[in-house]
């Protein structure tokens, strides 16, 4: 594999996996962190599948554990990516050169 082409994945992992995952997980942070914001998820509560609103109430723990685990996947996948596309890069480049 060449190198530009291990930087291109580098680069569609980051914005297919990074950056949905700061915005998903920035907003359920500051979702779960805002007092005003997390007194109306304990207040109100959701609907799933005919439910009472009372039987299922919004978590704001539940918010910011899921927020966090959103950013720490969402990073790690292109960190991921870019150390094999990049070691398979130099290992190809370093099969293809001749011996001198």
């Avoid at 009472?52 to 950013?71: E, K, R």
């Amino acid at each position: 594999m060449k190198k530009s082409i291990a930087i291109v994945l580098i680069v569609i992992a980051v914005v297919f996996c990074t950056c949905p995952s700061l915005v998903f997980g920035g907003i359920n942070l500051y979702t779960a962190s805002s007092p005003a914001m997390a007194a109306t998820l304990s207040a109100q509560g959701s609907e799933t599948l005919g439910q009472a609103p009372q039987s299922s109430p919004l978590n704001p723990m539940t918010a910011m554990i899921t927020g966090g685990c959103a950013l720490c996947v969402g990073v790690l996948i292109p960190i991921v990516v870019g150390l094999i596309t990049l070691r398979m890069a130099r290992k190809k480049e370093a099969e293809s050169l001749p011996p001198q």
